[in-house]
């Protein structure tokens, strides 16, 4: 029972660490391939810049034809997506979406028809509160947590 508690703890420090070591990378601008080391997806360069994340109170007002989309990264399984970054409006534009990936498996549990269905082209603009950034988009959608990720089709921008 101790080894097995001593490995547990072991377990979540050395997740704490890779996590913490992952925020660097994506801070010093350092992709990888799309669902590889734990990622998500995969982005065009980055400049290197890390802001701090957003307070309630500054709460970014939605627009028409956004929705939100709720994967669980806890499992460590990828979104599936490849992005490119829009630094200009601190947004991720969806270039393809990859077979298996959770977003590819979010899509294909929605009803035929439905407005929620996420495409090449759409934009995400806000994961789980933070928005604005690429860099702190692409920090939270590496999250081994479940993701509440905000969609812009092409038509909202």
């Known amino acids: 029972a101790i080894l097995a508690q001593c490995r547990r703890r ?3 420090l050395l997740r704490q660490r890779r996590d ?7 801070a010093r601008g350092s992709f990888g391939a799309m669902g590889g080391s734990g990622s998500c997806c995969s982005c065009e360069d980055d400049l290197g810049h890390f ?10 007002r ?18 599936g997506i490849d992005a490119k970054q829009d630094f200009e409006r601190g947004m991720l ?8 990936g959770l977003v590819d498996k979010w899509n294909q549990s929605q009803p035929e028809g439905s407005c929620e269905v996420v495409r090449p082209g759409m934009r995400v603009v806000e994961v789980n509160g933070r928005y ?7 920090a939270a959608c590496r999250e081994t947590e479940v993701l509440h990720i905000t969609i812009m089709p092409e038509e909202g921008i």
């Open 10 to 12: 072991l377990g979540a």
């Open 51 to 60: 802001e701090e994340r957003k307070t309630r109170r500054d709460m970014r």
């Open 93 to 100: 534009q969806i270039r393809n979406i990859t077979p298996g």
């Open 132 to 138: 604005s950034s690429t860099t702190q988009l692409i």
């Open 20 to 26: 913490a070591l992952e925020v660097r990378r994506v």
């Open 62 to 79: 939605r627009t028409r034809g956004e929705f939100t989309i709720v994967v669980d990264r806890r499992g460590g399984e990828g979104l």
